[in-house]
């Protein structure tokens, strides 16, 4: 059996993104980073394993669904092929999210709701870090609550799942929000879609038709769901803000709103506030 640094070497060569091999690594032997550094000379766990992952990687399969895990936030979560891969600007929306829950709301004991779910990362992180509030997660897909479920119970996270569109589950039930943050599908021309995500990410969570359907319908209904102070933090698509700042005029006419920029400097994030 090679070692893990062998392993690792036979990969690259075969041009398999460091990244990647390293990912791979870490999951066949049950290591974090700092596990896989210090155990880099020991024999790999399954080596089997890991050349077959490494040959689907190559054969164009993403290596989240090979392992069924991905990381948001240094989550662990569950994931596969009904579910969206949470991406690194999700990372960045929950993370401005909780800035601003801290700076708004002056208590943690709040109503918060991941809309568009998918996998549960943003729901579930924030679950995590506000255990004093209520945190629903909801989504259309019933494939995709499945595996918003396994996470919650995985993580042992106290949330409430529903199943519906946008916002008719909460609406529904009676339940009142503080706080809504979502990632809707916002892709309208499916051309710009790269070819792997195509093939094997959930068309459901991509596709918006016109891109602003799911922004609108969650204003459009907002009132009979939030309370009167509320946050809502929704990630966007990059060329998206022209035609969602009417949209957020008409229906939100005394809230303020800020539209920012992720990281790369692209707009990706519509945050909506209405203080009392
Ligand atoms: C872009 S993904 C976001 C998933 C996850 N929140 C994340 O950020 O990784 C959009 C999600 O919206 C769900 N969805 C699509 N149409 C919906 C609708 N009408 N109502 C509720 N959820 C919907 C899809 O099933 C998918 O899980």
């Known amino acids: 059996m090679p070692t893990n640094r062998e392993a690792y070497f036979e990969a690259i060569k075969l041009g398999v993104p460091k990244p990647v091999v390293v990912f791979a690594l870490c999951e066949i032997n049950d290591f974090d980073y700092l596990g896989l550094t210090k155990c880099f000379d020991e024999e790999i766990k399954n080596y089997a394993l890991f050349k077959e992952s ?28 009904n579910v969206l891969i949470p991406r690194q600007e999700t ?3 929950v993370l401005r999210t909780c800035r601003l829950i801290e700076t708004y709301f002056k208590s943690n004991n709040l109503a918060i709701a991941d809309v568009c779910s998918g996998s549960g990362a943003i729901g579930l992180y924030l679950a995590a870090n506000y255990p004093m509030s209520k945190v629903y997660l909801s989504d259309y897909s019933k494939e995709t609550i499945r595996v918003a479920k396994k ?4 993580l042992n996270l106290d949330v409430e799942i529903l199943k519906g569109d946008m916002l008719t589950p909460f609406i529904e039930s009676n339940i009142k929000l503080d706080v809504i943050v979502c990632n809707p599908p916002y892709i309208e021309d499916e051309s710009t879609i790269d070819e792997k995500t195509w093939k094997q990410e959930p068309h459901l969570a991509l596709l918006a038709k016109p891109c602003t359907k799911y922004y609108e319908q969650l204003l459009i209904n907002k009132d009979n769901v939030l309370n009167e102070c509320y946050l809502i933090a929704f990630e966007i698509g990059e060329d998206m803000k022209d035609l969602l700042e ?5 229906h939100c006419p005394n809230a ?7 990281m790369y400097g692209k707009t990706r994030y519509l945050f909506i506030v209405n203080t009392l």
């Open 256 to 262: 303020k709103y800020s539209f920012e920029e992720d």
């Open 151 to 154: 996470n919650a119970e995985n």
């Open 91 to 93: 990372e960045e929306l």
């Open 54 to 81: 490494m040959q689907r990687y190559i054969d164009g399969e993403m290596i989240e669904y090979i392992f069924n895990r991905s990381y948001f936030l240094q989550l662990p979560l569950y994931v596969d092929k």
């Open 246 to 250: 009417p949209i957020v005029k008409k």
